[in-house]
């Protein structure tokens, strides 16, 4: 799970009571990330949950299931991105390894990586030259992901 470290400042119209700055302040401040679907587990992490948590990234619907928008995975599936995962990583520094470290930043949505590399004014990206182009990433279901993840594995 991440949990972001902030003072966010909370924005509304009029006068808000202390509750509702409350509530506006844990929805900035909520965890993300990938638990494990377990109900059990999930109630262990926020005792008080009841429907969607303001903590974590679950929903416990009324017949005690987890609801569609929880972010969770199974253990096979939690196995299936570790071994994914390290795959990835055994490649791209196999690649680093021999030299290929191409200038490929990403892009989604108009917003690149670039926005955040310290590296900007000495990369030389340069997207009217050929050989520079964004890695486009676009929005996937999570049923779409772990199916291109199976794949890769069959590879």
Do not use: H
Request: with cysteine.
């Amino acid at each position: 799970m991440y949990f972001k470290i902030d003072d966010p400042i909370i924005r509304g119209s009029g006068r808000m009571t202390e509750e509702e700055i409350e509530k506006a302040i844990m929805k900035q401040l909520k965890m993300r990330g990938l638990l494990l679907a377990d109900v059990k587990l999930i109630r262990e992490m926020d005792r008080g949950i009841e429907g969607a948590s303001m903590i974590i990234p679950a929903t416990v619907n009324k017949d005690g299931g987890l609801g569609k928008n929880s972010s969770i995975a199974t253990m096979e599936q939690f196995k299936q991105l570790r071994k994914y995962v390290r795959k990835l990583l055994k490649d791209l520094c196999g690649e680093i390894m021999k030299g290929n470290v191409p200038i490929k930043p990403y892009k989604k949505k108009g917003t690149t990586s670039c926005k955040y590399c310290s590296f900007l004014p000495v990369c030389q990206f340069d997207t009217t030259m050929k050989e520079n182009s964004f890695r486009n990433f676009y929005d996937k279901k999570d049923d779409e992901v772990w199916s291109l993840m199976a794949q890769e594995e069959e590879k």
